[in-house]
């Protein structure tokens, strides 16, 4: 097989240490190999970035473990060209297995390129990933307070969800902090809406008088605790977000105008992906590595289960919320769009399907740099007129009906 490098290496990663395999193609087509190990702590890294760069070594193979190899992976691409393996791509074979065979066998691997290189954006990206991926997860930790306090209600018999639809709300939050405070007179709480909800005051009343108990003040007293301490969190995160986010005002709010995308999932589609697509050979590729397009398995000439393959699952789970709200988004292709597939695969497949759809518009806006236009809801009966009206007269015709089609002038 051909050989693409000179000097390469293939290294194992675990977390308190690396085995570095090296190959160097000697005259003769022989291939001199040789074995080390290192630390993963920094001074341990910087020797094996010296030794690397002294051996002259071109590429280097880098097995993706957990997240021990982004210090590995940080520390070498300034010097040396590092290829991220997906560990699934290279396994070896069972009962021969060691961290020296493993390197060996990446080595060996990236030495005649039989490695495809996962994505990895530049610095300032993945940077700004982390703080995407993190503000994400608090906030689905401060939902999940909420819902805490929602069962605390529950238990104290305070049915405050059945009539408020934001339990922590303006309104809500005040409610609380007087029952945290001792008060439990209906009346005095329920006085405390505001706006529309002060026209439920009585339901309010009946809602709100219930048997609390001092464990039910100290759980409430917690957990609003910590929804102020992750409000912070969030609104310090989000400060920097917006920061990083302005050499890509523009780019988003091309996206912001795609029905279904917001501001939001538009910052986690660039914090993801960034703003150049050249990785990827077409918009094909990039949705099958999102994990929003149906996998293949075929057998014997049979396609069996297309079910999606595993993909980079925050932009797959904000794309999918994205497309359960087109289905608010009246009149407009991409309600006619979910309701389509609804009808036909259900709400699930619907979901992923349109969620494809919103990727593919995204990626090619940020490609070429045009404006999104919206098609309207009749876009598929304009473009399908005749199967339409030939599918409703044969209807008719089996209901015993004699029909005729004229059409209109214009």
Sequence with gaps: MQRMFRVCAGIDVHKKMLTVCRLRVEWGAEVAKEIRTFGTTTRELLALLDWLVAEGCESVALESTGVYWKPVFNLLEAAVPVVLVNAQHIKALPGRKTDV????????????????????????IRELRDLVRTRTKL??????????????????????????????????????????????????????????????RPQLREALTGRVRPHHRLLLRTHLTLMDQLDAAIAALT???????????????RLD?????????ATVYLSEMGADVSAWPSYQHAASWAGLCPGHHESAGRHRSGRTRKGNRWIRKAFVQAAL?????????MQAHYRR????????????????????RCFVLVETGQQYRELGANYFDEHRKEAIAKRLVGRLKELGYEVSVTTNAA
């Design 139 to 200: 906030i689905a930790e401060r939902s999940q307070h909420a819902n805490r306090i929602q069962k605390v209600l529950e238990d104290a018999n305070l049915k405050l969800s059945s009539v408020a639809s934001d339990v922590v709300g303006a309104s809500g939050r005040a409610m609380l902090d007087r029952l945290i405070a001792g008060q439990t007179d209906p009346q005095t709480l329920a006085d405390l809406a505001r706006g529309r909800l002060r026209s439920k």
């Design 101 to 124: 065979q493993d390197c060996e066998w990446i080595a060996e691997l990236h030495l005649h390129g039989l490695v495809r290189a996962s994505f990895i954006p530049p610095r300032e």
């Design 325 to 333: 709200c087109t289905q608010r988004a009246h009149g407009t292709y």
């Design 257 to 265: 105008a795609v029905t279904g995308i917001g501001r939001e999932v």
């Design 341 to 360: 597939l609804r009808a036909r695969r259900g709400p699930k497949k619907a979901a992923v399907a349109v969620a494809h759809s919103l990727f593919v």
């Design 239 to 253: 400060e920097e977000i917006e920061e990083r986010m302005r050499p890509f005002a523009e780019i988003r709010e």
